[in-house]
C-alpha cells in the first residue's frame, strides 16, 4: 500500500510564494528518489524537481533558481519551495517517486494539490 498526500497549494499573485509538502506512507523509503511533478490544463506532466536519497537536487530549467524541493526523512515529508512564481507556473503539482510508483502495472499518483498564479 502506498498513499501520496500533497498540500499547501493555492492562489498567489506573480512574484509570490508557496511551499507545497507531501506526506509519503506505505511502501515508499527514504531510498527511493523523489520528485515534483505538474501537469498544466492542456498540457503533459512533466517532472520541475528531483531529490535523491542522498539530498542531491535537480531542477528543471523553468523553475531553476526559484525553487527548492527537500525532504525529512525522519517524518516521510517532502517539500517543494517555490518563490518568484509567475503564471506559468499554475498547474496541479504530484510529488513522486521517479520514477513514479507502479502498481498494477500503471502509474500511481495522489490527488495532487492546484497551485493558480494570477498575473
Known amino acids: 500500500q502506498v498513499q501520496l498526500v500533497e498540500s499547501g497549494g493555492g492562489l498567489v499573485q506573480a512574484g509570490g510564494s508557496l511551499r507545497l509538502s507531501c506526506a509519503v506512507s506505505?511502501?515508499?523509503?527514504?531510498?527511493?528518489?523523489m520528485g515534483w511533478f505538474r501537469q498544466a490544463p492542456g498540457k503533459q506532466r512533466e517532472l520541475v524537481a528531483t531529490i535523491t536519497s542522498g539530498g542531491s537536487t535537480n531542477y528543471a530549467n523553468s523553475v531553476k533558481g526559484r525553487f527548492t524541493i527537500s525532504r525529512d526523512n525522519a517524518n516521510n515529508t517532502v517539500y517543494l519551495q517555490m518563490n518568484s512564481l509567475k503564471p506559468d507556473d499554475t498547474a496541479v503539482y504530484y510529488c513522486?517517486?521517479?520514477?513514479?510508483?507502479?502498481?498494477?502495472?500503471?502509474?500511481?499518483w495522489g490527488q495532487g494539490t492546484q497551485v493558480t498564479v494570477s498575473s
Open positions: 513522486n517517486t521517479v520514477p513514479p510508483w507502479r502498481i498494477n502495472f500503471h502509474d500511481y
Open positions: 506505505g511502501s515508499i523509503r527514504s531510498i527511493n528518489n
